[in-house]
């Protein structure tokens, strides 16, 4: 691909922790980053604004990616405006932990419509310019949790268990058409999410990780970043652990 050519790069769940330094990793000059986030969020003009001082363009809306329709009219309004998707980035995720036993069907719902089905509606809407273009970068975040399982955490396992998988079939469809898509899975990552746990929880969690601290989204970040370069070109359907050592 010619360097000349802006590469457009889409991000879901982009306007804060890990998503706002993932946006931040590919950003630069010729990249033009379209993030989304569900609900509104104030943090998303500053991660605009970080976006255009490493040199890029910034475009952000408020998308909940468990829409089809509206995931399918975010990315016409990315073709028509741009006219190609390089980069996807399926990042937006949410928890709602519960035991299984007392989990709501709505709290098993949510997080399966956004975690899992998001990335297949995001996945699907990029894919056709990308078979056109004989070219893209598809990145996914999983979980270590989709690996190693979790409890309290029925409904999050299965999403990102089922974004493994989703990674490992869609490269095997895509490749012949020089599409990679590769996953990243996230161990403990110091994010508001994270910081938000009771400290006994916190403390029994990083007493578990060989590093003994928290990742931070930059961790995960700089790992997108390589999956999105062509670095990276003859690396497809994998799934790279970044978590300190916690799951092997």
Not at 16 to 26: T, V
Not at 31 to 43: C, G, L, M, Q
Not at 82 to 90: C, E, F, K
Request: aromatic share 6%; glycine share 10%.
């Amino acid at each position: 691909m010619s360097e000349q050519v802006q590469r457009t790069i889409v991000v879901t769940g982009g306007s804060r922790g890990i998503g706002r330094a993932i946006c931040l990793a590919l950003a630069g000059p010729d990249t033009h980053i379209y993030f989304n986030y569900f609900p509104a969020d104030e943090e998303a003009s500053k991660t605009e604004k970080l976006i255009t001082d490493a040199g890029g363009m910034a475009t952000s809306a408020v998308l909940n990616v468990a829409s089809e329709k509206d995931v399918e009219s975010f990315f016409d309004r990315i073709l028509d405006e741009t006219g190609r998707i390089d980069i996807l980035v399926n990042n937006a995720g949410i928890t709602r932990d519960s035991l299984l036993v007392r989990m709501k069907d709505k709290d098993w719902n949510d997080v399966i419509d956004i975690n899992l089905k998001g990335t297949f509606y995001c996945t699907r809407a990029a894919t056709k310019p990308m078979m056109k273009q004989r070219f893209g970068r598809i990145v996914n975040i999983a979980s270590v949790v989709g690996a190693s399982g979790n409890p309290g955490q029925a409904n999050y396992v299965a999403s990102k268990a089922g974004i493994i998988g989703l990674t490992k079939a869609v490269a095997l469809e895509l490749a012949s058409r020089n599409i990679t898509v590769n996953a990243v899975a996230p161990g403990f990552i110091e994010t508001d999410m994270t910081a938000a746990l009771p400290e006994k929880a916190r403390d029994a969690m990083l007493s578990g990780i060989p590093l003994k601290r928290g990742g931070k989204p930059e961790d995960i970040a700089a790992v997108v970043a390589f999956l999105a370069s062509e670095n990276a070109a003859y690396i497809t359907g994998q799934t790279i652990h970044v978590n300190g050592g916690m799951y092997m």
